[in-house]
């Protein structure tokens, strides 16, 4: 799997995000919710770079799935849990903090990401093959279907889809999945990948 280059991110004097040729800017708002304020978001704004480092570590650092009340969960955003992402908004945020564009993960760590529909793929009767010791950007698993194949791989939930090469075995087409859907929707992935299997007739 390869990836097209996202642009290269600065930061302007204004502390502003700037994007690439285009200059897109991402501006960062901070505001007490409190009527008038108690002052927390001027504190905030001198102190934002340690902030955003700390907020990096905790999203980077925590042992969750998706998210939890040690990350991203709190009593306020309790209706928005199902698109909370930590992986993502860490993901995110390291990319507006130094430009680091998402790179796909290795093999094993995508057999890893992948163990879960593999098993649920296997429960179905599919035959699936782990890919070991693949070269970089090979496909981590094979599909077996009845009458076609398809090779898996994942790629970083930032990245846009038809940034995505996925590569494959002679013969075999080849399918990347975002890795996001795979922690936040597994039987919307299963659906697709049996989709993808009848397609690939
Ligand atoms: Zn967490």
């Known amino acids: 799997m390869t990836t097209m280059a996202m642009p290269e991110a600065t930061i302007d004097k204004d502390h502003c995000v700037i994007f690439g040729k285009n200059y897109v800017r991402a501006t960062r708002y901070l505001y007490d919710t409190l009527a008038g304020g108690a002052g927390y978001s001027e504190l905030a704004a001198k102190y934002f770079k340690d902030i955003v480092e700390d907020t990096l570590r905790l999203l980077e650092g925590c042992t969750c799935d998706s998210s939890c009340t040690e990350c991203l969960d ?6 928005l849990k199902r698109l909370l992402d930590r992986r ?36 179905d009767g599919t035959h699936c093959e782990v890919l070991e ?12 279907g009845q009458n076609s194949k398809l090779a898996l791989s994942t790629y970083p939930a930032l990245l ?40 690939a007739k």
């Open 74 to 79: 709190h009593f306020h955003n309790q209706h």
């Open 88 to 123: 993502l908004a860490a993901s995110l945020l390291r990319y507006g903090l130094y430009g680091t564009i998402p790179q796909p993960t290795t093999t094993s760590a995508q057999i890893e990401q992948l163990g879960s529909l593999n098993a649920w793929l296997t429960l």
């Open 133 to 144: 010791d693949q070269p970089a950007n090979g496909s981590a698993l094979l599909i077996n």
């Open 160 to 199: 846009a889809p038809d940034s995505i090469l996925p590569r494959a075995p002679h013969g075999v087409t080849a399918y990347a999945i975002n890795e996001s859907h795979l922690y936040r929707n597994l039987p919307g992935v299963h659906a697709e990948i049996n989709r993808q299997l009848r397609l």
